[in-house]
């Protein structure tokens, strides 16, 4: 079937890209993490990785969907053999499982925007507010319905009428909004002691293999490479785009992006906070830093709530350019097979609100998806390693990623990595997170398949999803090698 849809512009792919990149994982993750890990250290340690596992891995994604024209699960089919299907339902099915509960949390961030714009004044202590609309049941599942309703929304109109022109909206305006914030936080008094804290690396932390680990999964979460979201927003590139080019502008944007919200954060944090109590914020959860501290800490500021309402416009903005990818990715697979970008968007959005409840409900359900899916992440990486495994290194090299004007002589560099970095860096991290979840967070019941945060419920979840893909793939491929 001929293409229909393209972006209308370089411009347009790169700020839908974008999209992908920036999400809530560079604005309320990003700061918690570099605190914790040694601040100007870590930040060496995240950007060697952007280039060693982030960058490499979109380029394969992009790759794929610019040579294909498919979605996930089609591509890989068409490029490795019809019986791997199984291997892309895989990544989709992961990118998935995160939209139902990504679209919750996104579902707090339109709250607090809501409650920014009424005043940001709590009756009761902020984490007091917190908890009350956390557990109050109605409220979560109803800003979870409203997040769906808009990504659906924007997604139904299609590429360049929907898509490309949210996100030509959404991310200059979140750069903007970025700024803003983090030229405020920077001229508060004291901002010196969070911006030396951030920027000068304590360089004994280089032998410390946490922070190695911690940076190289942050490199890998926040980028989104490996989701299929790159490869499902490639399909629409005009023939000619350079994949190189678009990677590593995606990922620079995404480390730009990053460091703003690094800045803000902690600067504020150690302005208003003494340096024992900023590292004590910064040790809280994402969503206690987020939605507790930072509207305590923006309360403290001259017009804070100007600056609290631009924080969580901001938080809105990336929330939702993210969420739009994953639900485009779902929709295009169902294009793939037959059904009309309508009726594909209905399915998703409709589907992704019912199986959202959950996490919307129970905070605990949402953690443990959190846990088994985004480390699913670090597993659909390694896959997209294995195709190109299976296509032939140097060959995916040259058939599927080379452009001409670079000679190929350019690209040598792809193989090594390819062969050995990457499965090196895949084989380091999923131990780290395993051998994190056994001694620190479930030590002894570790195998629980049914623990929050333990190794048993990921080999639970994952091994039930592929069992049934890997089931479904081979029955389709009996009935069709009947029917002909």
């Known amino acids: 079937m001929k293409q229909k849809e393209f972006f209308s512009s370089p411009w347009g792919l790169i700020m839908t890209t974008l999209g992908v990149a920036i999400g809530t994982g560079n604005i309320w993750r990003f700061p918690r993490i570099v605190a914790q890990n040694g601040g100007g250290t870590f930040l060496i340690i995240f950007f060697v990785f952007l280039f060693t596992w982030s960058i490499p891995i979109m380029v394969v994604e992009f790759s794929l969907g610019r040579k294909t024209r498919s979605g996930i699960i ?79 929304s924007i997604v139904y109109f299609g590429i360049s009428k929907g898509i490309e022109r949210a996100n030509k909206v959404f991310i200059p305006s979140l750069f903007i909004f970025l700024i803003i914030t983090t030229l405020r936080a920077i001229t508060l008094p004291g901002a010196e002691t969070g911006l030396k804290f951030f920027f000068i690396p304590r360089w004994e932390q280089l032998l410390d293999h946490q922070v190695w680990l911690e940076a190289i999964t942050q490199s890998a979460w926040s980028t989104g490479a490996g989701w299929g979201l790159f490869l499902t927003y490639s399909v629409y590139m005009l023939p000619k785009e350079n994949v190189l080019k678009s990677s590593f502008l995606t990922g620079i944007g995404d480390g730009i992006a990053s460091l703003l919200s690094g800045m803000t954060v902690i600067i504020t944090a150690f302005a208003f906070l003494e340096h024992h109590q900023a590292m004590e914020v910064m040790a809280s959860s994402s969503m206690g830093l987020t939605f507790i501290w930072i509207p305590r800490l923006f309360d403290q500021m001259v017009a804070g709530g100007f600056f609290q309402t631009i924080f969580f416009l901001t938080l809105c903005f990336a929330a939702v350019s993210s969420l739009i990818s994953m639900i485009e990715l779902v929709v295009r697979v169902m294009m793939d097979y037959g059904l009309n970008r309508k009726k594909a968007v209905f399915i998703t959005g409709s589907g992704g609100f019912i199986c959202g409840i959950p996490s919307a409900l129970n905070i605990n359900f949402l953690k443990n998806q959190d846990w088994v899916w985004g480390l699913g992440l670090l597993l659909n990486g390694f896959l997209f390693t294995m195709v190109v495994w299976k296509f032939g290194v140097s060959r995916f090299r040259f058939k599927i990623t080379n452009i001409p004007k670079l000679k190929g002589k350019n690209w040598s560099w792809f193989e090594f990595f390819f062969l050995f970095i990457i499965p090196l860096e895949f084989v380091f991290m999923m131990g780290w997170w395993f051998w994190k979840a056994a001694m620190i967070y479930e030590p002894h019941t570790w195998w629980n398949p049914f623990g929050i945060n333990s190794i048993g419920t990921c080999l639970f979840q994952w091994g039930l999803v592929l069992i049934i893909l890997i089931g479904i793939n081979r029955y389709y491929l009996r009935k069709k090698t009947i029917e002909t």
């Open 74 to 152: 089609k591509s890989i089919q068409e490029l490795i053999g019809p019986e791997y299907g199984w291997l892309g339902g895989f990544i989709g099915f992961c990118t998935m499982m995160i939209m139902f509960y990504y679209s919750v949390i996104m579902g707090w961030c339109l709250k607090y925007l809501w409650f920014s714009i009424l005043g940001g004044k709590p009756s009761h202590d902020y984490s007091i507010y917190w908890q009350n609309f956390l557990y109050s049941g109605y409220e979560p599942a109803f800003f979870h319905f409203l997040a769906m309703a808009i990504g659906t």
